[in-house]
């Protein structure tokens, strides 16, 4: 069997950039909790280690492929000697450091983090929002989720009624206004 060359990142452009949403915020936010549930997503054998198979296997259910080579060099300066992948440290370190390529300042310093809760719901929404028509549809929330690997996207019943639970015009859709209620009424709880 030939052995293939590697696939180049492919990233689709985005009309909106990227905001500061993406950074982590001190001590034991909303955004750090959000980073926990992310990094026990990638982990998928639940071990306490992201693996560069685990990553590259996340990013393409996201629809990114990856050289394995480069996301391995990219990685590793972030894994610590003897482990096996990145640990929750080396992963919010590695997510802090791709804040500060993008963005340029510090994600610890409240006053260099100009962010707002309205864009970082706006960008939120425009995550479930695939089309860009201003709505989220049954068939938007299911496909982000199934993206995700979470159980909920399993089942249109299921996803149908978590629309139903925050649709409070019922045309069957949510609209950015029922996204921030339904967002506002999350609790999160920590571990």
């Known amino acids: 069997m030939a052995e293939s060359s590697p696939q180049p990142i492919q990233i689709k452009p985005t009309i909106i950039p990227p905001s500061s949403s993406f950074r982590l915020r001190s001590s034991q936010s909303l955004n750090s909790v959000r980073l926990r549930r992310v ?67 510090d994600p610890f310093d409240p006053s260099q983090t100009p962010t707002t809760d309205e864009s970082d719901m706006r960008e939120a929404f425009n995550v479930f929002d695939e089309d860009g028509d201003g709505f989220i549809s049954a068939n938007e929330l299911k496909t982000v989720l199934e993206k995700l690997g979470l159980g909920e996207g399993e089942s249109m019943d299921r996803v149908q009624l978590m629309i139903c639970s925050v649709d409070r015009d019922h045309d069957g859709l949510v609209d950015f206004g029922e996204f921030k209620i339904m967002m506002k009424s999350i609790d999160v709880e920590s571990s």
């Open 39 to 105: 990094f026990d997503m990638f982990d998928s054998n639940r071990d306490e280690y992201i693996t560069v198979a685990e990553l590259a296997d996340a990013l393409a259910k996201l629809g990114l492929t990856t050289d394995l080579s480069e996301l391995a060099s990219t990685v590793s300066g972030f894994i610590r000697p003897g482990a096996i992948g990145l640990d929750f440290d080396g992963f919010q370190t590695l997510h802090r450091s791709i804040g500060d390529a993008l963005f340029g300042t």
